[in-house]
């Protein structure tokens, strides 16, 4: 493609809808007006939801074919940016056919070889995302939590420490564009581990340009230099950058005084969703797009639900309240950067290239190690683990609470592998109980039996630390199983080991609970991983029994 030649033969309405990134919902069909805007070209990528879109990989496949068959129907034929949020762990849109990695956390507490092993994973999911289509992944995640003594309330942060932080967004960024998928960095200016949600409040970080330089700054420059193909923007205002208040998603002085002049960024800024409560109850849909290309985005998501984006877009060209110059430069750096990851419709048809499952062996077997790698055992004080394996004769309960989606950047909800299923690979006897993220005195009451007539019990949490009552079930059967043959295991959070009971000798985390975790655990327990990692984060820091970041036990 020539860039220079693409952009003369385009109408402002199509230069307008390469901007645009939109949404829809269906699975096996793409909707009627969908199709009608990517044969006009009024979209030039779209955004898929976990929810609204996948089933599996090869359901998705045959869905991407046709997005792409649409959108070759233009006038334009400029074939689309198609992309989904597959980080791993709490947030993987595809959960089936498809390889999951444990998440960020779980890569952050990796004691040795965590580089490696962001790598792979960045490269194991590129790879199988291109076999179905799909050409950017909003990935990775390289915002810090850092805010020492607050809850760490998400796993899709890597840790609190910059310099590591940086390193493995850097790695997970290589694996992911050698495998020629874009990479998406977010969400600049870096989002705190704070309780505000920026789907539906506008956080306001203090932050200065010292601070941000020192800190949050550094994971950022790092995927900079390995030359990420995208920067995603933070719906929070930053009063010591821009004493407008702008959200940095807006701000004409975030985004090209720092984010281009001073960290030097190349590539294309990609918005948060606009439709996300704080901008669109504020600026309202229209201003959000004229603000957005005015501060120098160079694509807008705009989830389902709007079909005339482009032509707002368009229009306010018109008006004057965008420059020619600027919608021009916007789109020209989005067709330079879909001509140098070679996003076309040249290459073969995507149902010549590909068909079953992408999942290979490799794939499968890098993620297992680097999940074996983050199990991270904090006490083993009674000496009760590892198990022995293959004991008819001793009786395992696993006590634990649903999978539940605990904000909207989660799709754990929908994970269908169970305990007992993969403990049952490695023991004999083993049984399941599982309960709701606030048991009812009835639950805590059944959870009891088995505490009582179970010879080990593994009792989980997650994120404990807000949900009391399984606090209250946990030290109810406690009561019954002792320190002698009770497991503690912190399935999310790092933050329960604050809150699971004292007496407890042994405790276990896996950072998540996306099914290698699951096997991770399993093997761990039966003593056929041994457990190295390490706290990527310190909780409980402002306790009487902090646990810094890099504690962990080496061996049993």
Known sequence: MNVTDKIKSLSLEERAGQLVMSSFSGQWEVPENTLNLLEKGAIGSILYFSGCNVVDSIQLRDLTTKVFTAAKKSKAKIKPFIAIDQEGGQLAPITKEFAIGPGNMALGAIRENGIMFAYKMGKSTGEELASIGI????????????EEGLPVKDNRYFGSNPKQTGELAAAFTKGLQEAGIIACAKHFPGQRNVDIDSHFELDVVPHTFEQLSSREWIPFKNTIEADVGMMMTLHASFPNLDPSNTPATLSPVILQEYLRNRLGYKGLIVTDDIQMKPIKD????????????NAGVNQIIVSGGVDNANIIIADAVRSGDISEDILNAACEKVLEYKEKYHISFEEKHLSETAVGSPVTKEHIDSIQEAADSSITLIKNQEQLLPFSTKNSKKRIAILRPTYGRLMMSDNTNFYTHTFKDIFSEYFDNVSEYVYGLDPSDVEILGACDWAFMADYVIICTYNAYQHEKQI???NACYEYSGKEK?????????EDVTAIHKEVQTLLLTYGVAECSIHALAK???GINTPSGILPVGVGMKTTTPYPAGTGLSHF
């Open 135 to 146: 050409n950017t992944c909003f990935a990775p995640v390289v915002d810090l939590c850092f």
């Open 524 to 526: 761990t327990i039966a």
């Open 472 to 474: 209250k079930l946990f």
């Open 282 to 293: 504020t600026y309202g849909i229209q201003g959000a797009l004229i603000k957005a290309i």
């Open 486 to 494: 009770t497991v503690a295991v912190a399935l999310r959070s790092p």
